[in-house]
């Protein structure tokens, strides 16, 4: 069974860095795991992803020059390194988790969310 837990997020001003963290379980190699976020009044959109098994890397336009996505060395933690934050980038980050082959596939496990708040 995928359980996805989110931690890490909370206020900061603009600038800012923040690392968000998701303790995962029940995934294995053959898993992408993400990161997506939902804003007030906004649909739900892409951040970034990363294979699993060999940590190939995709982002979003938006994010990909101040957002880095990484995994530890034991497999069981996900971060999303957050730099030189925008109030745009408030939002509640969500964890996911798939066995798809694409990095952007539709993803079936959802972690509960962190919410990430940036102050102007």
């Known amino acids: 069974q995928v359980q996805l837990v989110e931690s890490g997020g909370g206020l900061v001003q603009t600038g800012a860095s923040l690392r968000l963290s998701c303790a995962a379980s029940?995934?294995?190699?053959?898993?992408?795991m993400g990161w997506f976020r939902q804003a007030p009044g906004k649909e739900r959109e892409f951040v970034a992803a990363i294979s699993w098994a060999v940590g190939v890397t995709a982002y979003s336009d938006v994010v990909k020059d101040r957002f880095t996505i990484a995994r530890n060395n034991a497999k069981t933690t996900l971060y999303l390194h957050m730099n030189r934050l925008k109030p745009e980038d408030t939002a509640v980050y969500y964890c996911?988790?798939?066995?798809?082959?694409?990095?952007?596939?539709?993803?079936?496990?959802w972690g509960l969310g962190a919410q990430v708040t940036i102050s102007s």
């Open positions: 029940g995934i294995f190699d053959g898993y992408n």
């Open positions: 996911v988790a798939n066995s798809a082959t694409g990095l952007r596939s539709p993803y079936r496990y």
